[in-house]
């Protein structure tokens, strides 16, 4: 029995989050790793246009709360989803239209790309509080648990309870959905295969007749359907506030180098290693350690191995190492 409430409170609090935690992240990666094996740049403004999409969806979440629309036990802002990703979707193709696509022309190396997309960082940065407030917004409605602790003591008898949030659920589902839809569409379609010719070799594709600007707008038009959807996803989960979408860059951008930066297959993974490190180090293991120790060797300390003020610091160390030991990342990227 103490095993069993121990393997509740270990899904509770560290497998059930990190999950839901690492889809979210594998959709923010997956869309840095298209711009950088396609456009051939880091976009530092990633987390930013998670941001931008985001705020739109609790915009129109807004306006359809305030008109009585709800989408009954459902979150009301995945009906506001599509909205937000088409107007994501003309932020990012202005965007390029007005500053990348002259640096393209150019030819210009990718550490000026760079730094021309921490520029654009800023500006959307700035956009969005200026628009929505810097401060939290909560927008989640709907039904907040699939399933209770309480409801899951009373199934079970055990003495702790297993709850599971409905954005969590969402989340996971979403993901599966997302990425099967992309490795279909880059697999399978002829625009799909002609964006992955053109990652692999520029002036062949470009031989073959592929044309160049098309596949930059492709690839924008995915990118900012997958960062709208793990922006909205992540405020769901947690809440809205721009600035901490800044802050997920970080472990965005180790979820890529982590799995091989240009590798789809290595952003979900390094996107789930990068999220189930950092809730596994900043988790206070006493609860599931008194279970499972004997009575005389119950730890009388937290047994946390860092601060969740520091669980960024976690990603951090994992990028470190991966880019001294393996900077193609564990599924063969490109070298950063």
């Known amino acids: 029995m103490d095993f069993l409430n121990a393997l509740v409170a270990l899904s509770n609090f560290v497998l059930v989050p990190a999950i ?9 990666a997956l869309g840095v790793t298209l711009i950088y094996g396609i456009l051939r740049f880091s976009n530092f403004a990633h987390g930013d246009t ?9 915009l129109v979440t807004w306006g359809l709360q305030a008109a009585g629309v709800s989408f009954g036990p459902l979150p009301t802002a995945l009906l506001a989803l599509p909205f937000a990703i088409l107007g994501c979707i003309v932020l990012v193709l202005v965007t390029d239209r007005m500053v990348y696509r002259f640096y393209r022309e150019q030819k210009a190396k990718p550490v000026i790309l760079v730094i021309v997309s921490m520029g654009v960082m800023f500006i959307m940065n700035g956009l969005v509080r200026f ?3 810097p401060d939290d917004q909560r927008f989640s409605d709907g039904e907040r648990f699939l399933i209770s602790a309480r409801e899951f ?5 055990l003495n702790e309870g297993l709850a599971i949030k409905t954005s969590q659920g969402i989340t996971v589902i979403m993901a599966v959905v997302a990425v099967v839809l992309l490795f279909w569409f880059l697999n399978k379609t002829r625009t799909g295969k002609s964006m992955r010719a053109y990652s692999d070799n520029e002036d062949l594709a470009l031989l073959s007749g592929i044309n160049p600007e098309r596949v930059v707008m492709i690839t924008w038009i995915i990118v900012a359907a997958l960062a709208t959807t793990a922006g909205v996803l992540y405020g769901l989960d947690k809440s809205f506030k721009p600035f901490v979408y800044f802050q997920l860059l970080l472990p965005i951008f180790a979820s890529a180098i982590v799995g091989g930066l240009g590798s789809p297959v290595g952003a979900i993974a390094g996107g789930f290693i990068i999220a189930f490190s950092e ?16 009575e005389n060797l119950e730890p009388s300390g937290l047994v946390q191995f860092l601060s969740t003020d520091y669980k960024f610091a976690v990603s951090f160390v994992i990028l470190l190492i991966v880019l001294l030991f393996k900077p193609t990342g564990l599924f063969k990227g490109k070298a950063v």
Do not use: D, H
């Open 279 to 294: 809730v596994t180090i900043t988790y206070a293991w006493k609860k599931v350690l008194t279970y499972l120790a004997p």
């Open 153 to 157: 003591k009373a199934m079970t008898g």
């Open 50 to 58: 998670m941001a931008f999409g985001a705020m739109i969806a609790v």
């Open 20 to 28: 839901a935690y690492g889809s979210q992240l594998a959709l923010g």
């Open 131 to 133: 628009i929505i407030g």
